[in-house]
């Protein structure tokens, strides 16, 4: 459950966290701020009624929580660190002795351990005099994008009598929400994204006209292609998936499986990239292309159903963004799979809405699901994620997918250019 009250007049966490991030944004363009905030973080724990944020890592496990305090990438650590931010006064750190500068990089005072016995009663001490503190657990581990703090330390912590309440919506705050240098890289990125689908379409349609078919790897190159000349990078090449294997949602096509594109065939591309600059974040996008000049009807109903639930989710947000509704990411999950449901197809809706969206692909904040997790953490200003239904049969399948930015403001952004309205005809539009 969120740690957040809700208010349905004007949700405070939200204004908070936009003021917040309002505020670190200006800071990091003067130059003056590292990423990790103190005031901040504190000012966002009083908000939420706690006494304390017990981060906790071990050889990365935690990667949450090495993000929120900045902690590189590179940095080897390989023993158990805690870093304690009370709601009030200096945060304190307990690190192994063998590595004492392992926190350096964030305020406060640090206490070594050596012995077993000696970390147990460093993590009692950190604690003493709380009652109720945020750290990266879910009960039932419900949300595994948030737990990520082993249940035996968890039963450390409460063996002290300290209630542990799920950091979910802190981390959003201070790891997946935006400033505004991110959001201008995300457009700049979701400007050569959405165009890959133009030099991808118009590859395809050469390819077959001149030579009668291409491969999925070669679409899959041309695209990648394209990312370099414009200076994006990718975790992963793009999904370009052929006839049936349009109707894997993870499909990756390689030296087994690469089929061939001719005419007649339906065509779906999934992907992302980003800027290839410290802090980008992607742009992540899907689009569906039928290789003729006009679209066979099952394509086209399908893909149509597919529409109207990407829609449905996104005016969803739309909406309560504008009344000043709290919205969780099930809701939005669940405003698209009832459209989907509805037509007939919930059974070949197998994936969530959407996902957060950040310097990975899948980011850190609040996913759009009621599938696969039910996801109570909260819809908050400066974050960005995916809307990106489907339906999945056994020779085709449709996903349409697009990127949604709620700004400081609270104004709803749909990025990667006007939405896909119908299956695009490639030989006819190419």
């Given at each position: 459950m969120s740690a957040y009250p809700a208010n349905p007049q004007y949700n405070l966490i939200e204004r908070d966290a936009s003021a917040r991030l309002s505020?670190?944004?200006?800071?990091?363009?003067?130059?003056?701020?590292?990423?990790?905030?103190?005031?901040?973080?504190?000012?966002?724990?009083?908000?939420?009624?706690?006494?304390?944020?017990?981060?906790?890592?071990?050889?990365?496990?935690?990667?949450?929580?090495?993000?929120?305090l900045n902690i590189p990438s590179d940095a080897i650590l390989s023993r158990r660190w805690f870093y304690f931010v009370p709601a009030n006064g200096e945060p304190r750190k307990l690190v192994h002795q063998i590595e004492p500068h392992a926190l350096d990089c964030v305020p406060g005072t640090a206490q070594r351990y050596l012995r077993w016995q000696e970390l147990e009663a460093g993590v009692q001490a950190l604690l003493k005099g709380c009652h109720r503190v945020a750290m990266e657990y879910v009960p039932r581990n419900a949300n595994p994008y948030v737990s990520r703090v082993d249940a035996g330390t968890i039963e450390l912590v409460r063996s002290f009598g300290v209630e542990i309440v799920s950091s979910g919506d802190l981390i959003q705050q201070?790891?997946?929400?935006?400033?505004?240098?991110?959001?201008?890289?995300?457009?700049?990125?979701?400007?050569?994204?959405?165009?890959?689908?133009?030099?991808?379409?118009?590859?395809?349609?050469?390819?077959?006209?001149?030579?009668?078919?291409?491969?999925?790897t070669e679409v899959q190159q041309r695209i990648l292609d394209h990312f370099a000349a414009h200076e994006l990078i990718t975790d992963h090449p793009p999904i370009v998936g052929v006839g049936p294997h349009s109707g894997d949602p993870h499909y990756a096509p390689g030296p087994d499986s690469?089929?061939?594109?001719?005419?007649?065939?339906?065509?779906?591309i999934d992907l992302w990239a980003k800027l290839d600059k410290p802090r980008s974040v992607y742009s992540d996008l899907t689009w569906t292309g039928f290789v003729g000049t006009q679209v066979p009807e099952k394509y086209e109903a399908i893909f149509q159903i597919v529409a109207r639930a990407r829609d449905a989710a996104i005016e969803r947000v739309r909406s309560a963004f504008a009344a000043g509704e709290v919205l969780h990411g099930w809701q939005v999950d669940r405003a698209a799979r009832d459209v989907i449901e509805r037509a007939g197809h919930g059974a070949a809706f197998c994936h969530?809405?959407?996902?957060?969206?950040g310097q990975e692909t899948h980011g850190n904040g609040a996913n759009m699901d009621d599938l696969e997790t039910h996801e109570e953490r909260q819809v908050l200003p400066r974050a960005c994620f995916s809307v990106e239904p489907g339906i999945y049969l056994p020779d085709f399948g449709v996903r349409s997918e697009v990127n949604v930015f709620i700004d400081a403001n609270r104004q709803v952004h749909v990025t990667g250019g006007s939405l896909q309205t119908a299956v695009v005809p490639i030989l006819k539009t190419y």
């Open positions: 505020n670190l944004s200006q800071a990091r363009n003067r130059g003056d701020l590292a990423i990790f905030n103190l005031t901040l973080v504190q000012s966002a724990l009083r908000a939420a009624k706690l006494d304390g944020w017990l981060l906790y890592d071990f050889r990365g496990l935690n990667v949450l929580a090495r993000r929120v201070f790891e997946a929400c935006w400033d505004d240098e991110q959001w201008a890289m995300h457009l700049e990125a979701a400007k050569h994204t959405r165009s890959a689908y133009d030099v991808a379409f118009a590859f395809i349609a050469e390819r077959v006209r001149n030579a009668g078919s291409v491969r999925e690469d089929s061939p594109i001719r005419e007649g065939d339906f065509v779906l969530r809405t959407g996902h957060s969206i």
